[in-house]
Nanobody, 118 residues
């Protein structure tokens, strides 16, 4: 069982920055792929950043150059640094831990609201 606890969401002006945190219940990052997803009202949940167990990263085109995903293995925490925020970044952001093997293991955080508005 993997528990994920998110924090760091809030209200920010366009062009501002936020740093989201996702604390995991154990040392899982060598086994699980960690991802950040977001879901805006009336839209599908979409992946925005991925950090694989092997250490590679990838980003949605809409956030490349502005968002950075990182891990602190000692603290069992994954971060999403969001810079130059735009109104279209407004969404609920979710942390995800996933392992695909004989049986898929898939865990989600509770979500944290990010609102970008002047």
């Amino acid at each position: 069982q993997v528990l994920l606890v998110e924090s760091g969401g809030g209200l920010v002006q366009p062009g501002g920055s936020l740093r989201l945190s996702c604390a995991a219940s154990g040392s899982i990052f060598t086994i699980y792929t960690m991802s950040w997803y977001r879901q805006a009202p009336g839209k599908q949940r979409e992946p925005v950043a991925v950090f694989t167990s092997g250490g590679s990263t990838d980003y949605a085109d809409s956030v490349k150059g502005r968002f950075t995903i990182s891990r602190d293995n000692a603290k069992n925490t994954v971060y999403l640094q969001m810079n130059n925020l735009k109104p279209e970044d407004t969404a609920v952001y979710y942390c995800n831990a996933r392992k695909v093997a004989l049986i898929v293991s898939d865990y989600w955080g509770q979500g944290t609201q990010v609102t970008v508005s002047s």
